[in-house]
């Protein structure tokens, strides 16, 4: 294996970091099916799969270099939350923790030279960009939403349009 050992397991963490979102919008899409607000469990869902996707490319990633992915535990995903609100700040907070973990590992590899992985996460750090801004944007019309059935539905019916690749 040419990648540096602390390199390799922080490739390896962040698979398990990528799946923890997996898990976290999957439980958050259960939680709205059980409000049957379809429409954000639908989008929840759709950010699940993206999460699985980006897990696997660091996946792909690790044995590109020659190395084999390491799998760790998951811990169980929160299931249920006090508000709508509330679940659309759990989004946006675990989106800023996974933030704080891609630029941990961009500065790991930059401390190791490790080009090819620095070059490897400027997609994630993209991404976490994108991502943060949809979580906080869904957080805000929520909160617009405030007690309001009728805006809550329309939020619902918004979430719902998300198309492939958003
Ligand atoms: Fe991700
Ligand atoms: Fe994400």
Redesign the pocket.
């Given at each position: 294996m040419d990648l540096d050992k602390e390199v390799y397991d922080g490739l390896n963490k962040q698979i398990t970091h990528?799946l923890e979102?997996w898990y976290t919008y999957l439980s958050l899409s259960a939680y709205f099916e059980s409000k049957t607000l379809l429409g954000a469990a639908f989008w929840m869902r759709k950010?699940a799969e993206?999460?699985m996707g980006?897990a696997m490319k660091i996946f792909d990633y690790i044995h590109q270099r020659g190395a084999k992915a390491e799998l760790g535990a998951l811990p169980k995903p929160a299931s249920s939350f006090p508000s709508v609100v509330a679940a659309f700040e759990a989004a946006l907070a675990?989106?800023q923790k996974?933030t704080a973990h891609i630029y941990a590992l961009l500065s790991l590899a930059e401390s190791k030279s490790d080009e090819a992985t620095v070059s490897f996460l400027k997609w994630f750090v993209d991404?976490?960009v994108e991502?943060e801004d949809s979580a906080r944007k869904n957080l805000d019309l929520a909160k617009m939403c405030g007690d309001s059935a009728a805006a809550l539905l329309q939020l619902d019916a918004l979430l719902a349009k998300r198309k492939e690749g958003d």
């Open positions: 990528e979102a950010q993206e999460e980006h675990h989106e996974n991404e976490q991502e």
